[in-house]
């Protein structure tokens, strides 16, 4: 399977079509990720090959590429703890809507040495230029760079390793294919995830591709969770009875009158 | 040519980026992250040692070790009624068979258990959807375990230093009365020989319910004191009567956890359940063999020793003063 990807992306950038700008083609090595009970987080491989022919400029500079995987969207609160009569309780809340649970951006050398910082702000590239709405009252908009809860939203991001940006995530093995792993830690959110791939010359956006992948429970996990969510009275009664069951079962077995 | 290598050099890299594979870890469905199965079984064994000793569920040491693991509050509470449920069943079914089991208290204090086990989780929810579910947790288990140990700590040295000097234990004095006897609806109570009144029986048993429900906890350490000092029950039915409760209690706030919050992990419910009941029949044996006085004594330390770590964790300052918690939709 992964192979014949390979094999396909191979013939890809062998195939010189007439075009003068560069093309960009990706895949990842696989498009689903399975959540089993034995699940303790996985690793994707994104590789890509860069498309030029004869009518293509050279570039001076090189290619540089960067990747954004962006997991499915939560609206996610903020909280920060306050002293109040000697505890400490959480007293002031942000919410964050429609942040993503997960975000890589993976490049094969510093953002800013990719391109400019006006360019990376219009693309939000790197989590600095992330968009975060915030809402306040009925209003909502994108919070302050120096926002001290957007700040340590993003920290406690990285530290579950959720959100993580790396300089060097995208290797060139050849000028012309790249490749990068795509980390996934044990608690990535189910759902949709969207990778964007962008291909740079000279400081400039040269070439786009998308692509994705899912994340999915399955087998028991996937069983358990629908249960729990569906049909929640009758997965509580089976809880309570396999309760039952089991201390039942003990003092069977530990009986000693 | 060229590119025929590098593809090779991908697959090489893939096969060993590739997944590690733990055998000894466990992902747990609705608390979504794995665990080692090892460390939950052997907990669960810990606890039902501690609980098959002390005639009591363990909740209120099961949670919090749970939570420290990493487990979220909210399921961790939620989980534990099932556990509780597990080795309460347990222990009530040899308490039956030597008939040491007031049904008909036991169902009077189930009336008030339900309705109390309803608000605790109508509580939690609301508290949950607050984001202030973690401080009340953390506030109630300081005054309920501090105080309750306290109360346990010098009871149980008075009563030792008592038999020490050689004075006679203090039995029940079958006619003092106190203000509870004096409330209507009057009932015996044939195999516990006492005759009160309906009234502080349902509210023992709502309470019960309701600190059950919010914090994770059976409430066993809670309600064989209160049975034996209010209701002024004898030792010989009070615990068997106290199990049957916690079994009731804790079966229902598992139901209802799952119904209205969607937050029982049965996988981690199970292996909980299953170190848990075994470890209560060890426990019961160790229990035995020691002193009701110094039996009580330990359980005290024991459980105003968690209080205070409770207490620590709210008034020093935290390791992070944020945190993040997916939006609930019910707000």
């Known amino acids: 399977m992964q192979r014949t990807i390979l094999l396909a992306i191979a013939a890809l950038v062998a195939s010189a079509e007439p075009a003068t700008a560069e093309r960009l083609v990706a895949s990842i090595s696989t498009h689903r990720v399975m959540v089993t009970s034995n699940f303790t987080g996985d690793e994707l491989v994104l590789f890509g090959g860069i498309e030029r022919d004869a009518a293509t400029v050279p570039r001076r500079g090189g290619y540089d590429i960067v990747a954004t995987v962006t ?37 094969n050398r510093p953002l800013d040495a990719i391109a400019n910082s006006e360019t990376l702000r219009r693309l939000q590239l790197g ?12 209003n909502i908009a994108d919070s302050a760079r120096e926002d001290p809860f957007r700040q340590s939203f993003l920290r406690i991001k990285r530290e579950h390793g959720l959100y993580r940006q790396e300089e060097n995530g995208v290797t060139f093995l050849t000028p012309a294919l790249f490749r990068a ?12 995830y969207e990778v964007d791939i962008r291909l740079f010359a000279d400081s400039n956006l040269i070439a786009r591709t998308p692509s994705a992948f899912e994340v999915y429970k399955a087998g028991f996990e996937q069983v358990v969770t629908a249960a729990a969510r569906d049909h929640g009275l009758f997965y509580g009664l089976a809880t309570a009875g396999m309760a039952l069951l089991t201390g039942w079962f003990a003092s069977v077995v530990f009986r000693r009158d | 040519m060229q590119a025929g290598a590098a593809i090779a050099d991908l697959l090489h890299s893939r096969g060993s980026n590739g997944r590690t594979f733990k055998p000894v870890q466990i992902y747990l ?107 009340t947790i953390g506030v109630s288990y300081v005054l309920l375990l501090g105080i309750v140990g306290g109360l346990m700590v010098v009871e149980s040295v008075r009563a030792i230093l008592r038999t020490r000097q050689g004075k006679p234990v203090e039995l029940r004095r079958p006619g003092s009365h ?66 049957v409760l916690t079994l009731v209690t804790m079966a229902s706030a598992t139901v209802m956890h799952a119904a209205t919050n969607h937050l029982v992990d049965a996988v981690l419910a199970l292996i909980l359940m299953a170190g848990g009941v075994t470890g209560a029949q060890f426990g019961a044996r160790a229990g035995q063999k020691m002193s009701g006085e110094r039996l009580r004594l330990l359980l005290g330390l024991l459980v105003l020793a968690v209080g205070i770590r409770f207490a620590l964790n709210l008034v020093l300052v935290p390791e992070d003063l944020y945190s993040i918690r997916p939006l609930e939709d019910g707000t």
């Not at chain 2, 460390?39 to 099961?62: D, Q």
């Not at chain 2, 009057?186 to 029986?201: D, G, H, Q, T």
């Open chain 1, 71 to 107: 997991g499915p969207r939560q609206n996610l609160v903020t909280f920060r703890k306050k002293r109040v009569l000697g505890i400490w309780v959480n007293v002031d809340s942000r919410v964050f809507e429609a942040a993503p649970s997960y975000l890589a951006v993976l490049s």
């Open chain 1, 127 to 138: 989590l600095d230029n992330l968009v975060l709405l915030q809402r306040a009252s009925v």
């Open chain 1, 181 to 192: 792993s795509i980390p996934l830690p044990a608690e990535v959110p189910v759902g949709n």
């Open chain 2, 29 to 135: 469905p609705i608390a979504d992250l794995p665990v080692n199965i090892f460390v939950i079984l052997a907990m669960g064994l810990a606890v039902g040692f501690i609980s098959g000793m002390f005639g009591i569920g363990g909740g209120f040491l099961m949670t919090p070790l749970l939570i420290f693991l990493g487990i979220s509050p909210a399921v961790a509470v939620a989980s534990v009624a099932s556990h509780i449920a597990a080795s309460s069943f347990s222990g009530a079914l040899s308490y039956w068979r030597r008939r040491a089991i007031d049904l008909a208290l036991g169902f009077m204090l189930l009336a008030g258990g339900i309705v109390g086990t309803a608000c605790g989780v109508w509580l939690f929810t609301k508290l949950r959807s607050l984001g202030q579910l973690d401080i």
């Open chain 2, 178 to 243: 106190t203000w509870l006897h004096g409330l209507p609806f009057k009932l015996r109570f044939k195999r516990s020989r006492i005759y009160v009144s309906a009234i502080p029986v349902w509210a023992i048993g709502f309470i019960i319910g309701f600190v059950g429900a919010v914090m994770g906890i059976g409430g066993g350490f809670l309600l064989v004191p209160m049975l034996i000092y209010f209701l002024r029950m004898p030792t010989a039915t009070v615990i068997g009567t106290s199990m």
